[in-house]
């Protein structure tokens, strides 16, 4: 029987949330940049809905 792996530390999930955030920045066309923003503090949030 498998067990489940050990939820990611904070300090994991917001290296992430950095590195999304650093990713959407690279994005030339303003729409698509301002989107994919966006979309990664709207999902982050939806997550854990105690944090603005």
């Known amino acids: 029987m498998a067990t489940a792996a050990p939820s990611p530390s904070r300090k994991q999930i917001l290296s ?3 590195s999304f955030l650093r990713s959407s920045r690279q994005f030339t066309d303003y729409n ?5 923003k966006r979309r990664t503090i709207d999902a982050f949030c939806q ?3 105690n944090k603005p």
């Not at 698509?32 to 994919?36: A, G, L, N």
Request: aromatic share 18%.
């Open 32 to 36: 698509i940049r301002e989107y994919t």
């Open 47 to 49: 997550k854990n809905p």
């Open 16 to 18: 992430i949330f950095g």
